[in-house]
T-cell receptor
């Protein structure tokens, strides 16, 4: 089954404790991206990757890092999480032009206390 | 940054009603997506449009390129259609910047 797998689904952590949210896709998609969703603000792009070893900032990259060492994986790293990073996070993948649509992961609900 | 405007923000209707959700975008796009997000949080892609009209079951999506406007219609609405519907534009220039999202329409269908 074609899918984007995110883990974990839920995470509660403390301020400053490094964490990684994993994202993996099995569709051989070149393009992958991370979004956060906040009430009243909708979905906003954090980082995206056009292909292996190619990443770039989205609209709200501060406080986040990503890597793309393999085509299928695109982890989101929070080196020193803060409470304002409490949010619902989504990973998505698509073909390069997006012309075949996007597939989203199930989401990760992160709470930073 | 290019914007996407959705209306209404919230919509409550009775089962069986015809539902319309509207989406406007600011400049030329290469594709327009309609997404559905259920209370559990997961996002599902419903349609991707670059012109004309698409239909899947009771869902119909249309786009008018000249007017920079798209609509999502639900015929014979049912309580299971209750969800947040999100319009997202892929702006010309390819996937480099990804999708620009509307803030969503929270739809509740009452039995």
């Amino acid at each position: 089954e074609a899918q984007v797998t995110q883990n974990p689904r839920y995470l509660i952590t403390v301020t400053g404790k490094k964490l990684t949210v994993t994202c993996s896709q099995n569709m051989n998609h070149e393009y992958m991206s991370w979004y956060r969703q906040d009430p009243g603000l909708g979905l906003r792009q954090i980082y995206y990757s056009m292909n292996v070893e190619v990443t770039d900032k989205g609209d709200v990259p501060e406080g986040y890092k990503v890597s793309r060492k393999e085509k299928r994986n695109f982890p989101l790293i929070l080196e020193s999480p803060s409470p304002n990073q409490t949010s619902l996070y989504f990973c998505a993948s698509s073909s390069p032009s997006g012309s075949r649509g996007y597939t989203f992961g199930s989401g990760t609900r992160l709470t930073v206390v | 940054k290019n914007e996407v405007e959705q209306s209404p923000q919230n919509l409550t209707a009775q089962e069986g009603e015809f539902i319309t959700i509207n989406c406007s975008y600011s400049v030329g796009i290469s594709a327009l997506h309609w997404l559905q997000q259920h209370p559990g949080g997961g996002i599902v892609s419903l349609f991707m449009l670059s012109s004309g009209k698409k239909k899947h079951g009771r869902l119909i999506a249309t786009i008018n390129i000249q007017e920079k406007h798209s609509s999502l219609h639900i015929t014979a609405s049912h309580p299971r259609d209750s969800a947040v519907y999100i319009c997202a534009a892929l702006y010309s220039g390819g996937g480099a910047d990804g999708l620009t999202f509307g803030k969503g329409t929270h739809l509740i269908i009452q039995p």
